[in-house]
């Protein structure tokens, strides 16, 4: 590790399957690898990623090694854990054409709707966020863990941000 650079969360992810026979294995049972940090206070773990709904259930592919931008891809869906520092500042409002299931693990944050506007989560609560101007400011002495689902979702809105990789 870098000087300066922080350790990457460590997320425990179960991945269960079928083998041959047709029976259900765990095909993998280790801690979760595909971390970006798109500011240095903010970090998010990819934990599995889909294409499409209905999905597939066969397939050995592991679909949380996958290299994604912020949104999932087009009719698919994008689950991530995410760690927030204490202390972390309001970065721009931002959105995607998504709707969100975001469970507050643990800790506290606020999510601002704009300048003004914002709801505390605590551990336990599950906010529904569909396609809304956001910006999560971690104003607590701890850190907070988020787990966050994303759906690709319509209409599609100029200034969203897009599953591109090149996206924060």
Same mark, same amino acid.
Request: aromatic fraction near 6%; include cysteine; charged fraction near 20%.
């Given at each position: ?48 990623? %889909? +294409? ?7 397939? *050995? ?6 290299? /994604?931008?912020? #949104?999932? @891809? ?57 396609? %809304? +101007? ?7 002495? *701890? ?6 689902? /994303?759906?690709? #979702?319509? @209409? ?13």
């Amino acid at each position: 590790m870098e000087q300066g650079q922080r350790a990457a969360p460590a997320f425990r992810r179960i991945v269960t399957g079928h083998n041959g026979e047709g029976k259900p294995v765990v095909l993998s049972d280790g801690l979760a690898a595909n971390h970006k940090f798109p500011d240095g206070d903010i970090s998010s773990t990819l934990m599995w990623s %889909t +294409d499409a709904s209905p999905t597939s259930i066969l397939g *050995a592919a592991d679909e949380g090694l996958r290299i /994604l931008g912020t #949104a999932p @891809p087009s009719g698919g869906s994008r689950f991530a854990m995410m760690e927030f520092q204490p202390g972390n500042v309001m970065h721009g409002l931002h959105r995607t054409d998504t709707v969100d299931y975001v469970i507050c693990v643990d800790g506290e944050i606020d999510m601002f709707l704009d300048e003004v506007r914002f709801v505390t989560l605590r551990a336990g609560d599950v906010l529904i966020q569909r396609g %809304t +101007d956001h910006a999560w400011v971690n104003r607590s002495a *701890a850190p907070c863990r988020l787990a966050v689902v /994303l759906l690709d #979702a319509v @209409p599609k809105r100029e200034g969203s941000v897009s599953g591109d990789i090149s996206a924060r």
